[in-house]
């Protein structure tokens, strides 16, 4: 069935390092993605999103990696900060007719060590 | 502008109760979608709403429902709750029409609902 999943549950890196949170998708039709960030006690925050007519998208620290032959997503932050400790989840928009409803992994948690 | 509000942020419900929880989008934002997360099963879609009609729906029983008002707010109704609907109930506005736009979902910071 349709399912995003993340390739490992938790990261830990150092502060300053640059940190890659990875994402594997199962519909070849889906044609938007979107990470999202989610610290304690709080929703999820878009952090950057891209189409499947685009490989790459870039944004502030973070990069965004679309690789549709393996139906493979990345996250890249750099100079990771102690802020940016949270859990990232990746979306897919599965498209179903004229509306399509978003489906999550499982998320990643990112630990960053001073 | 003013993000996603969802009230309340908590709730306590016993078993056989019914709740009702309630999202302001941002504004100008016509697409209200509400989610379910548990540390289980994680983000699971419920309903999304557009110009007060349910555009979609994920795979929840018929004891949860929803609605959108003529200002884009939106409540979402679980009946005979059940100790298995203890989560984080997201909701999450967008401009776009429909979840399928290539418009990003944003979400309010959640009602924690437990149910005993």
């Known amino acids: 069935g349709e399912s995003v999943g993340l390739h490992l549950p938790t990261l830990s890196v150092q502060e300053g390092d640059n940190s890659i949170i990875n994402c594997a998708y199962s519909n070849s039709a889906s044609d938007y993605f979107i990470w999202y960030k989610q610290e304690s006690g709080k929703g999820p925050q878009f952090i950057i999103d891209i189409r499947s007519n685009m490989d790459k998208r870039q944004g502030q620290r973070v990069t965004v990696l679309l690789n549709k032959t393996v139906k493979h997503l990345s996250l890249q932050i750099a100079a990771t900060q102690p802020g940016d400790s949270a859990v990232y989840f990746c979306a897919e928009n599965s498209y179903s007719g004229n509306t399509g409803k978003l489906i999550f992994g499982q998320g990643t948690t990112l630990q960053v060590k001073p | 502008k003013a993000g996603v509000t969802q009230t309340p942020r908590y709730l306590i419900k016993t078993r056989g109760q019914q709740v009702t929880l309630s999202c302001s989008p941002i504004s100008g934002h016509r697409s209200v979608s509400w989610y379910q997360q548990t540390p289980g099963q994680g983000l699971q879609f419920l309903f999304e709403?557009?110009?007060?009609?349910?555009?979609n729906k994920g795979n929840f029983p018929g004891r949860f429902s929803g609605r959108q008002f003529s200002n884009s707010r939106s409540e979402m109704n679980v009946s005979t709750l059940e100790l298995g609907d203890s989560a984080l109930y997201l909701c999450?506005?967008?401009?776009?029409?429909?979840?399928?736009?290539?418009?990003?979902?944003?979400f309010g910071n959640g009602t924690r609902l437990t149910v005993t």
């Open positions: 709403y557009f110009s007060e009609t349910q555009r």
């Open positions: 999450a506005s967008s401009l776009s029409e429909g979840i399928a736009a290539y418009s990003p979902l944003h």
